[in-house]
């Protein structure tokens, strides 16, 4: 198995204030990973694609 370089790329949703961004690797088949744009040394978060678009579809009926 080869391991896909992240493509990140900053979320449509993110502000454009710049204190409250995401970014966003969705370029490998099987995982998607989500980082802070501003501070890239506290990691990123990975779920499968169903899982993302699980939570995707949640996140965009259930706004604050």
């Known amino acids: 198995m080869t ?3 992240p493509n990140w790329h ?3 949703y993110s502000g454009n204030d710049s204190d ?3 970014e ?8 998607i990973r ?4 501003k501070d890239h040394a506290r990691g990123e978060v ?3 694609p169903t899982a993302w678009t ?5 996140a965009r009926t259930h706004t604050v």
């Open 20 to 22: 409250a961004c995401v």
């Open 10 to 12: 900053k979320s449509s």
């Open 34 to 37: 989500v980082r802070d744009t």
């Open 3 to 5: 391991e896909t370089s």
């Open 46 to 48: 990975t779920a499968t």
């Open 54 to 58: 699980a939570f995707t579809a949640f």
């Open 24 to 31: 966003i690797a969705d370029n490998a088949p099987d995982v």
